[in-house]
T-cell receptor, first 112, second 111 residues
Framework: NAGVTQTPKFQVLKTGQSMTLQCAQD?????MYWYRQDPGMGLRLIYY???????DKGEVPNGYNVSRLNKREFSLRLESAAPSQTSVYFC???????????FGSGTRLTVV | QKEVEQNSGPLSVPEGAIASLNCTYS??????FFWYRQYSGKSPELIMF????GDKEDGRFTAQLNKASQYVSLLIRDSQPSDSATYLC???????????FGKGTRLSVIA
């Protein structure tokens, strides 16, 4: 039982490059989320998908796009990476009743 | 702006003592509250959730909720060095509304 799987685990990008962070869950959860975590800033919501076919902005959506490909997969795309996007990115999922999230192992992204 | 506030710490307690972690929230509409533990370099893992006023116990952990005071706490009894981590408090509404996380309290249990 894999839970929430994120790829890649580490990535270094040059400013202006693009990349997609992948997230997949096998728990039949309806809701999926992307957070970033920076020192002293806690977890900040980037985008979320309450159910398949819907996506909504969170607290810090600028510079990001998302795709809910199907019920299992929710990807995060950086179109033109900036050093300010250096962070640890976590994907999470939950049931509709929101009894708490299950987090993926995270992606550590560095933009130089 | 919905906020969840936590003292960043570090909170240092001796092994075997009770660690008390506190959290306040600004949105009176919040109904569900969660405590996550995060080891350095790892992802958050759910310890407990609480919805009703009062105490909820699970092993060495007790969560306390006071909706009138908008206050949530986590007590860790018989603290162990393995409990040393950052503890995140989160609050949310019912349904699919995303949780709002505090910035976390770093706990250090000294052997």
């Amino acid at each position: 039982n894999a839970g929430v799987t994120q790829t890649p685990k580490f990535q270094v990008l040059k400013t202006g490059q693009s990349m997609t962070l992948q997230c997949a869950q096998d728990m039949n959860h309806n809701s999926m989320y992307w957070y970033r975590q920076d020192p002293g800033m806690g977890l900040r919501l980037i985008y979320y998908s309450a159910s398949e076919g819907t996506t909504d902005k969170g607290e810090v959506p600028n510079g990001y796009n998302v795709s809910r490909l199907n019920k299992r997969e929710f990807s995060l795309r950086l179109e033109s990476a900036a050093p300010s996007q250096t962070s640890v990115y976590f994907c999470a999922s939950s049931t509709e009743a929101n009894y708490g999230y299950t987090f993926g192992s995270g992606t550590r992204l560095t933009v130089v | 702006q919905k906020e969840v506030e936590q003292n960043s710490g570090p909170l240092s307690v001796p092994e075997g003592a009770i660690a008390s972690l506190n959290c306040t929230y600004s949105d009176r509409g919040s109904q569900s509250f969660f405590w996550y533990r995060q080891y350095s370099g790892k992802s958050p893992e759910l310890i407990m959730f609480i919805y009703s006023n009062g105490d909820k116990e699970d092993g060495r952990f007790t969560a306390q909720l006071n909706k009138a005071s908008q206050y949530v706490s986590l007590l860790i009894r018989d603290s162990q060095p393995s409990d040393s981590a950052t503890y995140l408090c989160a609050g949310g509404l019912w349904g699919n509304t995303p949780l709002v996380f505090g910035k976390g309290t770093r706990l250090s249990v000294i052997a």
